[in-house]
Antibody
Framework: EVQLLESGGGLVQPGGSLRLSCVAS????????MSWVRQAPGKGLEWVSD????????YYADSVKGRFTISRDNSKNTLYLQMSSLRAEDTAEYYC???????????????WGQGTLVTVSS | DIQMTQSPSTLSASVGDRVTITCRAS??????LAWYQQKPGKAPKLLIY???SLESGVPSRFSGSESGTEFTLTISSLQPDDFATYYC?????????FGQGTKVEIK
């Protein structure tokens, strides 16, 4: 059974930093790309960042480029999102999701974690 | 960026109704279109991929179709478990983008 378990969310002041983690199980982690997708309270879904299975290729939404860094440790089956210079508009539930790391499957989110809430407020 | 425009934003329907949700892409995305279902407090769940392919385990009352840059999710006979919010998503090119969502409510 595929499981994705996020952690690391919480309350942080504007300008602060936070690191999210997503521990994966039930599939061959290195064969899957991973994404972070967020959802502000009462709003829709917004893709944040992607990392391919190798961990070498990454992508970011313009709204977080230069402030967030995605990474992964395939030996630990874990995905990370380092967030810095946080703003009020980064307040959201952050989900990790996986996709098969092969052409034609990039961005097709097969499984999602349950999310971790990040609140940016003074 | 590719904009995904979903309609309607809210839909009121009864059990047994046929329901149709539309998503329009601002440019060609071929058939790289997915549909997700999200219930309150839960993560999204993949229903349809490649515009019309049913994800394993998803009931056959869900179907997807495409016509150019317009995509449709149809629920043939709405069931109590189907009251939720539905999102389309293009995965033709980065940044991946979602429609704004359609909430299916009980009439």
């Amino acid at each position: 059974e595929v499981q994705l378990l996020e952690s690391g969310g919480g309350l942080v002041q504007p300008g602060g930093s936070l690191r999210l983690s997503c521990v994966a199980s039930g599939f061959t982690f290195s064969s899957y790309g991973m994404s972070w997708v967020r959802q502000a309270p009462g709003k829709g879904l917004e893709w944040v960042s992607d990392i391919r299975g190798s961990g070498i290729v990454t992508y970011y939404a313009d709204s977080v480029k230069g402030r967030f860094t995605i990474s992964r440790d395939n030996s630990k089956n874990t995905l990370y999102l380092q967030m810095s210079s946080l703003r009020a508009e980064d307040t959201a539930e952050y989900y990790c999701a996986n996709y098969y790391d092969r052409g034609g499957y990039y961005g097709k989110f097969d499984y999602w974690g349950q999310g971790t809430l990040v609140t940016v407020s003074s | 960026d590719i904009q995904m425009t979903q309609s309607p934003s809210t839909l009121s329907a009864s059990v047994g109704d046929r329901v149709t949700i539309t998503c329009r892409a601002s440019q060609s995305i071929s058939n790289w279109l997915a549909w997700y279902q999200q219930k309150p407090g839960k993560a999204p769940k993949l229903l349809i991929y490649k515009a019309s392919s049913l994800e394993s385990g998803v009931p056959s009352r869900f179907s997807g179709s495409e016509s150019g840059t317009e995509f449709t999710l149809t629920i043939s006979s709405l069931q109590p478990d189907d009251f939720a919010t539905y999102y389309c998503q293009q995965y033709n090119s980065y940044p991946w983008t979602f429609g704004q969502g359609t909430k299916v409510e009980i009439k």
